[in-house]
């Protein structure tokens, strides 16, 4: 079975400082990996998926992961952060093949302070 | 194109009650799933439904039942709610090789 760990629970960072959310996962087979994003009080929205091919991947409002395959991490980044990107940030994981259950980790809540 | 649809979006409960969540997805995905959401636990899928007429236990699966009534309908049943089952419910779906996509949520409230 697959696993994610979300290495923060919380990330407080000041506005326009860089900033990386980690997460490490456990799979004994090849899994597609994903980002996601939570506003207040909204359902979730894609940042950026690694499916297969280069392993740093590009997404939307800037951010970026790099899928490091013998570390079985896929750490989020972003070089310079906004007010707006304060959310919480998922890591989730799905088989390529066999049953496609998607689990997610448990969430890092980003707090961009001004 | 609506995506994933969820209803309702508020729903407060009595102890013992039962209620129905509803989903539909109209992007034609073979996958459905059902997550609930409580603060500092991320997202824990309840059930998960491969295709039409599959359903398959989650993470957290006792006090809900689930059916997958066609293709397009996946729903989520309590059949007699407890305060435990105080959460956000969020209803997703995906393809063969995409990322899932989700529906707004569900904010129950049990009392």
């Known amino acids: 079975a697959q696993s994610v760990t979300q290495l923060d629970s919380q990330v407080p960072v000041f506005e326009e400082a860089p900033v990386e959310l980690r997460c490490n996962y456990s799979?004994?087979?090849?899994?597609?990996l994903f980002w996601y994003v939570q506003y207040p009080n909204q359902g979730l929205q894609l940042l950026l998926k690694y499916l297969s091919g280069s392993t740093l991947v590009k997404g939307i409002n800037g951010f970026e992961a790099e899928f490091n395959k013998s570390q079985t991490s896929f750490h989020l980044r972003k070089p310079s952060v906004h007010i707006s990107d304060t959310a919480e940030y998922f890591c989730a994981v799905r088989r390529i093949q066999g049953a496609q259950k998607l689990v997610f980790g448990q969430g890092t809540r980003l707090t961009i302070n001004p | 194109n609506a995506g994933v649809t969820q209803t309702p979006k508020f729903q407060v409960l009595k102890t013992g009650q039962s209620m129905t969540l509803q989903c539909a997805q109209d992007m034609n995905h073979n996958s459905m799933y059902w997550y609930r959401q409580d603060p500092g636990m991320g997202l824990r899928l309840i059930y998960y439904s491969a295709s039409e007429g599959t359903t398959d236990k989650g993470e957290v699966p006792n006090g809900y039942n689930v059916s997958r009534l066609n293709k397009r309908e996946f729903s989520l049943r309590l059949e007699s709610a407890a305060p435990s089952q105080t959460s956000v419910y969020f209803c997703?779906?995906?393809?063969?090789?995409?990322?899932?996509?989700f529906g707004q949520g569900t904010r129950l409230t049990v009392v």
């Open positions: 799979s004994s087979v090849s899994v597609y």
């Open positions: 997703a779906s995906t393809g063969t090789v995409t990322e899932a996509f």
